[in-house]
């Protein structure tokens, strides 16, 4: 079973941040927070992944609450081809990645 | 351009039929996977290799059969024991197990 919780979807104007919340309460404190996105029709994309601290990598920015309970993916700079599927997960380092069914955005012109 | 390629993109089944899906990678990879997914659904895992020559069942193995004879390629055989075969098939790869799996771009499997 997933381990987080996504709204199942969400919609932003295009030029503006995108900022995508994951529930993550009973994290453990060797799981790590990951992010992928999938387009329609095609495999995941990694994004990011942290742990504790804040990450921020050319694709995206990733916030993890002190308490470790939730996270924030942020796209600085929505595009129409950001449009997909966004996936939320935690994982131990040998674990499996265990998709849930993510969050649809939306960027709209 | 190193990345991992699945084919065919498209593929049809007769019943009763074995059909096999590629998968190859050139990035090095010591582990490989394979995910199915149905329409509106996440990912579930079939099987994984973390190394040549050894592969694990994952939480929907039934009906599917794999092999790892070489680093490069982990291909997929759908029996005709798998019940209801057609779905979206997604192979990934990463460096180990604790590093970020990278994906292709799926095989979709339809019965005739």
């Known amino acids: 079973d997933a381990k987080t919780t996504q709204p199942p979807s969400m919609d932003c104007a295009e030029g503006r941040a995108a900022n995508l919340p994951c529930n993550h309460s009973t994290i453990s404190g060797n799981e790590y927070v990951y992010w992928y996105r999938q387009i329609h029709s095609q495999g995941p994309q990694y994004i990011i992944h942290?742990?504790?601290n804040n990450e921020t990598n050319e694709m995206a920015s990733l916030i993890i609450t002190e308490d470790r309970k939730s996270s924030t993916l942020i796209l600085p700079h929505a595009t129409l081809r950001d449009t997909a599927v966004y996936y939320c997960i935690v994982r131990a380092n040998t674990d499996k990645l265990i998709f849930g069914t993510g969050t649809r955005l939306q960027v709209f012109p | 351009d190193g990345g991992i390629t699945q084919s065919p993109k498209y593929l049809f089944r007769k019943e009763g039929q074995n059909v096999t899906l590629s998968c190859e990678q050139n990035l090095n990879h010591d582990a490989m996977y394979w995910y199915r997914q149905d329409p509106g659904q996440g990912l579930r895992l079939i099987y994984y290799?973390?190394?040549?020559?050894?592969?694990q069942k994952g939480d929907i193995a039934e009906g599917y059969s794999v092999s790892r004879e070489k680093k490069e390629s982990f291909p997929l055989t759908v029996t005709s024991a798998q019940k209801n075969p057609t779905a979206f098939y997604l192979c990934a790869s990463s460096q180990g197990p604790s590093q970020p799996q990278h994906f292709g771009d799926g095989t979709r499997l339809s019965i005739l």
């Open positions: 290799s973390q190394i040549v020559n050894d592969f």
């Open positions: 942290g742990l504790k």
